[in-house]
């Protein structure tokens, strides 16, 4: 008789499987989290730039010694090369990239300001009394916050729906009563 040993992804080992499973889970919840992060993104594409940097001037240096070996007459042009164009392509394509994080932690960090600026207290809730802040607003306060709020928005809505009517000529003039 041979002696039984747990067998790998066995009944035993199936406890092991759900620690792993679980901070596995919680890695790529992260890594989620960072891919929509502007600023991660951006450290993340710099080694790359900095390598892609290296590989388009070394290929420009191999292009250039070849080229220059060719006109001195010492070589034909029978040997291939790498292809600068494809390598400065790809260093323009995550500069690219890199521009665009920038941008968007940009416009992230703007709509903040503006939301902090537009919002700026906290209303305190009923379930933690205890935790009132020295710079919160009281309800009142933020119920003519909210009712400004609204009618700026109304009043933008109105603008555009004005808007909208004199550009499909549906307008009628303002001075005829």
């Known amino acids: 008789m041979a002696s039984q040993q747990p067998q790998p992804g066995g009944p035993m080992s199936q406890p092991g499987l759900q620690q792993p499973a679980s901070i596995q889970q919680?890695?790529?919840?992260?890594?989620?989290?960072?891919?929509?992060?502007?600023?991660?993104?951006?450290?993340?594409?710099?080694?790359?730039?900095?390598?892609?940097?290296?590989?388009?001037?070394?290929?420009?240096?191999?292009?250039?010694?070849?080229?220059?070996?060719?006109?001195?007459?010492?070589?034909?042009?029978?040997?291939?090369?790498?292809?600068?164009?494809?390598?400065?392509?790809?260093?323009?394509?995550?500069?690219?990239?890199?521009?665009?994080?920038?941008?968007?932690?940009?416009?992230?960090?703007?709509?903040?300001?503006?939301?902090?600026?537009?919002s700026p207290n906290l209303v305190p809730t009923a379930t933690k009394p205890d935790t009132v802040q020295t710079e919160s607003m009281s309800y009142a306060q933020y119920l003519c916050m909210i009712k400004s709020q609204i009618s700026c928005a109304k009043d933008i809505h109105n603008a555009l729906l004005e808007c909208s009517k004199k550009i499909a000529g549906k307008g009628q003039p303002q001075g005829i009563m």
């Open 26 to 118: 919680q890695q790529q919840q992260l890594s989620q989290q960072q891919d929509f992060d502007p600023v991660h993104k951006f450290k993340m594409l710099i080694p790359q730039l900095k390598e892609s940097l290296q590989n388009v001037m070394k290929i420009a240096s191999l292009n250039l010694a070849h080229n220059t070996s060719i006109d001195n007459g010492i070589k034909s042009s029978d040997t291939s090369v790498q292809r600068f164009d494809k390598s400065l392509e790809e260093f323009y394509a995550l500069c690219d990239q890199l521009e665009l994080c920038l941008r968007l932690a940009y416009e992230c960090l703007s709509q903040s300001i503006d939301s902090a600026k537009h």
